[in-house]
């Protein structure tokens, strides 16, 4: 069940609890009010005033008495059959009442729901993308409007969290590029000196020269990453996850020759066709292709297949291994997680390459979903929304 249908029958659950509260009131005073009514026409009824003993009186006087008598009886007999026709009557008008009341309470909860739905749907559509969004709800100042601005202020500081913490980690990272470049630099320098420099040095300088471009790699993965989750991606562009694919592979060729990787790519289709920046998608599939070529065996093999569907463009790269759990795999979309040296017999990375993937993906619209095969390896997918081919593309 989807988020907004559940969210639906929440909502849908608390009218019907108000308007059933609503009719409950309604029938329990409609029925208080009718018997009240009822016990006092029998207390009308009962009023009715006793008769002389006719034997102690003339006999034309207890003819006229016994000729009120059976007046009066007549007369209470009237009373107690109007009584319970407007008892009937009465019964019946609450019935319908009630059945009116039903739809009136349904429209008047409705009513009183409606800025709790207006503020539902708002807060849904609200994500780490979107955070300058604000629901600024209208109306009169009660218990509604402060809690629309209750979460309009949260959304605020999120916002701002949100932002100082992207701001940090581009600047920081823009900030260490330069040192690494001086230190990057010197070293240069310092082993290109016409007296030779002792094997040592040598040795020391490649080494830190191989970590500067560790550092480097590392820095260049944190400024996509903060790229990739300020929001929704600028020049929007249909690109093909298909074609896009290929291209990575065609990129890593030596890369999956040195390995003696096999790759299947037959349902490597050149549709898929989605919606958004060129550069961002491009780093995304190159970030899961190198990804199954570094974490491999050597011999190993990778399938790779892209598949289009009417709301949804998929692209599937599958590798073997050993058997990896599940709650590992899980975990290797959050940054700086990775599986270890045991995994493939390799220690390189940064361990942001599938937290980058996981980022592009989601300002796309879209979500990576990693799985443990069954047989061994790793399954990742990328499902990104679809979009029309432009024209002339399938040419």
């Known amino acids: ?88 009557g009465s ?11 039903i739809v009136l309470g349904h429209l008047v909860a409705g009513r009183v729901l409606r800025p709790l739905r207006t503020i539902t749907a708002a807060t849904q559509r609200i994500t780490a993308d979107n955070l300058h969004e604000r629901l600024a709800l209208a109306g009169p100042a009660d218990e509604v409007t402060d809690l629309a601005g209750t979460i309009d202020g949260l959304l605020d500081r999120l916002e701002r969290s949100f932002t100082a913490q992207r701001r940090f980690v581009a600047n920081a990272s823009h900030e ?63 690109v093909s996850l298909g074609r896009v694919t290929a291209a990575a592979l065609h990129a890593r060729a030596a890369d999956i020759a040195g390995r003696q990787l096999t790759v299947d790519d037959r349902d490597l289709q050149a549709g898929a066709w989605t919606q ?18 570094t974490h491999n065996r050597a011999g190993g093999w990778i399938r790779v297949e892209t598949t289009a569907h009417p709301t949804s463009a998929i692209l599937a790269v599958e590798t073997g291994g050993q058997v990896l759990a599940q709650e590992q795999v899980a975990a290797l979309a959050q940054p700086f997680r990775r599986l270890g040296v045991e995994r493939t017999g390799s220690d390189t990375g940064s361990g942001l390459g599938l937290s980058i993937v996981a980022a592009i993906a989601s300002s796309h619209h879209g979500r990576l979903d990693l799985r443990a095969r069954s047989e061994g390896g790793l399954r990742v997918t990328i499902t990104l929304p679809s979009t029309q081919a432009p024209a002339g593309a399938r040419a």
């Open 1 to 88: 069940m989807s988020k907004a249908r559940a969210s639906a029958l929440r909502g849908s659950t608390v009218r019907l609890r108000y308007t059933a509260m609503y009719v409950a009131l309604f029938f329990l005073s409609g029925t208080a009010l009718l018997a009240i009514a009822y016990l006092l026409s029998l207390d009308d009824v009962s009023r009715t005033e006793p008769l002389d003993d006719p034997a102690s009186r003339p006999s034309a006087l207890a003819q006229a008495q016994a000729r009120i008598g059976e007046l009066e009886a007549q007369l209470s007999q009237v009373q107690a059959d109007q009584s319970h026709r407007l008892l009937t």
């Open 91 to 101: 019964a019946i008008a609450l019935v319908v009442m009630a059945v009116v009341s």
């Open 176 to 238: 260490l590029r330069t040192p690494l470049a001086t230190m990057r630099a010197s070293l240069d320098v310092a082993v290109a000196k016409p007296e030779p420099a002792p094997a040592q040095t040598v040795v020391l300088a490649d080494r830190i020269r191989t970590e500067l471009d560790q550092v480097d790699r590392l820095l260049e993965a944190l400024l996509t990453l903060a790229h990739a989750q300020v929001g929704a991606p600028a020049d929007s562009v249909p």
């Open 276 to 293: 958004g920046n060129e550069t961002l998608l491009s780093r995304m599939v190159d970030n899961v292709i190198d990804n199954a070529i």
